[in-house]
């Protein structure tokens, strides 16, 4: 434990990925960091049971999946035998590998790093708990709350039934059920369906909005619920699950909603995946001048700043959209501001990526976006079927969409939907930052065949000037 008699320049609580952010920033910048986690090492949520699990697993159901495509190009393999405890051990030496790298990162900055519970006494003390439930009060000038997001639970679910899943015990991947209903149709949701679908489960997702995730592109959206269907048992929309009892023999839920035709099925499993909600609670921050929005998130200003001028907020504690890339880039800025440079967190063209198959990537303003805003914009498509890199890649079910302002023709926002969508969307986000217009992507030659050019062909597509494409009357 820490000698309580000194007091610390800077406190980083929660070591995720803006939590690391901010500490290692801080110590390139000549603080002196303290950064406290639960953790043996940093990596948060995001290491340990969210973006780098999920993303392992996903590739797993993706080398499945492209098995059976090479069927159709006239390479047959034989039906893929799974493994689970060998998938989960090479998950853990993923994990163990990234987070002992971001330890070392620790080290080789002089940061303090204490595996422990943080909770304010005041606002400028915090009282550490370990896990031999020993305390020790410390001292600090300056506090960063990245404390991240928890599971939302529904009070009607069996949350202590070996029949029901969060998203961590998902990722934990003790066994591949038979038969999986997972409750909510959002990232999170639909990830891990694809993954248990991959390996063989008869998934059934139930949402009870009438689209899967909820505020996105449509356009978009119906090609991944096209491809989803075909790989799914069954979508259930606008419904939802009434009662959920364990039994003998699995998991019985009653549904109620317009878009299913029974009342109750029988699942082996069930996987909540609703939502994640602020851990602003629990951590003491009623003894500070901090605030909470109705929501539970920490209220902060540009500069990250809370209500509490000793305490800065960072990630998923501090607002919508909960992005590990966004808490890094919160992180970064609040150890400028704090010390003493200028800086303020940007949100202008945070991209969203959806890991599906296919995958789903968005950044900057949305055509749903400009109409609630009365924005007049205009959308210039480029389809995949047109891409020959998509077509050789058995991949040509997707589509690329810029908005672009119609009187500046300057690019405000990107949509795509398709595999390579997480690393194409990257472009387009810094067309956003950077006040590009259509005509700066266009005339910027891109290799061929590739999908990037499909950002490219878009912007032919608004000038009047794409090959591929008949031109628009």
């Known amino acids: 434990m820490p000698n309580e008699q000194d007091v610390r320049e800077l406190v980083v609580i929660g070591a995720g990925p803006g939590g690391y952010a901010a500490a290692y920033s801080a110590a390139d910048l000549g603080m002196k960091v303290t950064l406290i986690d639960k953790q043996p090492n940093p990596g948060g949520v995001c290491m340990y049971t969210g973006c780098i699990p999920s993303k392992f697993l996903l590739h797993i159901a993706k080398i499945v999946t492209d098995a059976r495509k090479a069927e159709e190009m006239g390479v047959a393999f034989s039906a893929p035998t799974v493994d689970v405890e060998r998938i989960r051990t090479q998950k853990n030496k993923v994990i163990k590998k990234l987070s002992a790298g971001l330890g070392g990162l620790c080290r080789q900055r002089k940061i303090e790093y204490i595996q422990a519970e943080a909770c304010f006494v005041d606002r400028n003390s915090i009282e550490l708990k370990t896990k031999r439930n020993s305390t020790q009060k410390i001292s600090f000038e300056r506090a ?34 038979e038969t999986l209903l997972v409750i909510g149709g959002g990232y999170i949701g639909l990830e891990l369906g694809s993954f248990y679908a991959g390996m063989g489960s008869r998934v059934t997702v139930v949402e009870q909005m009438p689209d899967l995730m909820t505020g996105s ?14 790989r799914f048992e069954a979508i259930l929309l606008n419904t939802r699950c009434l009662d959920i009892r364990e039994q003998r023999d699995g998991m019985k839920v009653r549904f109620e909603g317009s878009d299913q035709d029974k009342k109750e099925r029988l699942f082996s499993k069930v996987l909540v995946a609703v939502g994640r909600r602020p851990d602003s609670t629990g951590i003491g921050l009623e003894h500070t001048k901090a605030e909470l929005d109705e929501k539970g998130y920490i209220k902060v200003d540009k500069q990250q700043r809370s209500k509490d001028d000793a305490v800065f907020a960072i990630g998923d504690v501090a607002g919508q959209p909960q992005l590990a890339h966004k808490a890094m880039h919160e ?14 967190f940007d949100p202008t063209a945070i991209p969203f990526v959806e890991f599906t198959e296919p995958e789903i990537a968005e950044c900057g303003l949305s055509e749903k976006q400009a109409e609630l805003q009365g924005r007049k914009i205009k959308a210039a498509k480029f389809p995949w079927q047109a891409s020959g890199r998509a077509v050789t890649l058995g991949n040509s079910k997707g589509l690329t969409k810029l908005i672009i302002d119609p009187e500046t023709d300057r690019i405000l926002g990107a949509g795509i939907a398709g595999n390579g969508a997480a690393d194409l969307i990257a472009e387009a986000a810094l067309a956003v930052k950077l006040r590009a217009t259509a005509a700066d992507i266009a005339h910027t030659i891109h290799p061929h ?25």
């Open 144 to 177: 960063i709350v990245a404390t991240g997001s928890c599971p939302v639970k529904l009070p009607h679910v069996p949350a202590d039934s070996p029949g029901v899943m969060d998203s961590a015990a998902a990722l934990d991947v003790r066994e591949i059920p």
């Open 217 to 230: 592109d449509t356009e978009l959206i119906a090609i991944l619920h096209k491809s989803l269907k075909k």
């Open 331 to 344: 992180g970064i800025v609040s150890a400028n501001v704090i010390a003493g440079r200028e800086a303020s």
């Open 449 to 473: 065949p590739t999908l990037s050019e499909t950002l490219m062909e878009a912007a032919d597509v608004f000038l009047g000037t794409n090959i591929h494409l008949p031109a628009a009357r």
